[in-house]
C-alpha cells in the first residue's frame, strides 16, 4: 500500500529557532498533502493544504508566516515551524493524496512528529 | 458547515466486554466517513471507512461500523474488546468535493481505556 514517510518522529529545539518537519511519499506520487496539527489531549485540526508546485493554502487562524509549506516535488512536503515558541509545542501528522485513484484509496497518513520547543 | 461529534471523551470497558463509540456528523452531502486509531505518541491507523454500499461496515481487528443516515450516525462496534484496544479512537468526515479528497474534519476522540 501507499507508505508515507514523515521525519523526524519527534524534534526537540530551543524557542526562536526554526524546525523543518518532512513528508515524502515512498512509492506513489501525492499532488496533494495535508498538514493537522494535534494539541495534547485534543483533536486533529487540519492546517494546511499543500499542492505541488503552488502555494499552499491556509485554513483560517493559521499563520502563514509562521508555518511554512514547501511542495516542491510530487513525492515531498515540507513543514518549517518558523521562531519556534513554546506554544507550538504539538503533534504534528501529514496526509497525503494520491495523483489517482479518487476518496476510496487515494490517501494516508504519516507517523506524525512530536515537537516540543524549549 | 460539516462537523464531527464523539460524545463521549472517555469510555472504560472491561477486557472481552462489548464496545460502541459514537460518532455523529454533520455534512451536506453524502458523508465519506471514517474511524481512526491512535495509539499513544503514534500516528493514525484506519480502522474502517465508509462511501456507500452496504451500511454495515467491517473494519480490521474485529471493528465494524454502522453507518445510519436518519440518524446522522456512524458508531463504531467491537464485540469482545482485547487490552490491545486501548487507544484514542477519532471518527472523521472527508471532503466528498474532488478537489478536497483527503481533507478531514476530526471529532474529537474517544479514548479507551480498558480493564482487566
Known amino acids: 500500500g501507499a507508505v508515507v514517510s514523515q521525519h523526524p518522529s519527534w524534534v526537540i529545539c530551543k524557542s526562536g529557532t526554526s524546525v523543518k518537519i518532512e513528508c515524502r511519499s515512498l512509492d506513489f506520487q501525492a499532488t496533494t498533502m495535508f498538514w493537522y496539527r494535534q494539541f495534547p489531549k485534543q483533536s486533529l485540526m487540519l492546517m494546511a493544504t499543500?499542492?505541488?508546485?503552488?502555494?499552499?493554502?491556509?485554513e483560517q487562524g493559521v499563520e502563514k508566516d509562521k508555518f511554512l509549506i514547501n511542495h516542491a516535488s510530487l513525492t515531498l512536503s515540507t513543514l518549517t515551524v518558523t521562531s519556534a515558541h513554546p506554544e507550538d509545542s504539538s503533534f504534528y501528522i501529514c496526509?497525503?493524496?494520491?495523483?489517482?485513484?479518487?476518496?476510496?484509496?487515494?490517501?494516508?497518513f504519516g507517523s506524525g512528529t512530536r515537537l516540543t520547543v524549549v | 458547515a460539516q462537523s464531527v461529534t464523539q460524545p463521549d471523551i472517555h469510555i472504560t470497558v472491561s477486557e472481552g466486554a462489548s464496545l460502541e463509540l459514537r460518532c455523529n456528523y454533520s455534512?451536506?452531502?453524502?458523508?465519506?466517513l471514517f474511524w481512526y486509531v491512535q495509539s499513544p505518541g503514534q500516528g493514525l491507523q484506519l480502522l474502517l471507512k465508509?462511501?456507500?454500499?452496504?451500511?454495515l461496515v467491517q473494519g480490521i481487528k474485529g471493528f465494524e461500523a454502522e453507518f445510519k443516515r436518519s440518524q446522522s450516525s456512524f458508531n463504531l462496534r467491537k464485540p469482545s474488546v482485547h487490552w490491545s484496544d486501548a487507544a484514542e479512537y477519532f471518527c472523521?468526515?472527508?471532503?466528498?468535493?474532488?478537489?478536497?479528497?483527503?481533507?478531514?474534519?476530526f471529532g474529537a476522540g474517544t479514548q479507551v481505556v480498558v480493564t482487566p
Open positions: 465508509y462511501f456507500s454500499g452496504d451500511t
Open positions: 472523521a468526515v472527508g471532503a466528498s468535493a474532488t478537489d478536497s479528497w483527503g481533507k478531514f474534519q
Open positions: 499543500s499542492n505541488e508546485g503552488s502555494k499552499a493554502t491556509y
Open positions: 455534512y451536506g452531502a453524502t458523508p465519506y
Open positions: 496526509s497525503a493524496r494520491l495523483a489517482f485513484g479518487g476518496p476510496n484509496y487515494g490517501y494516508t
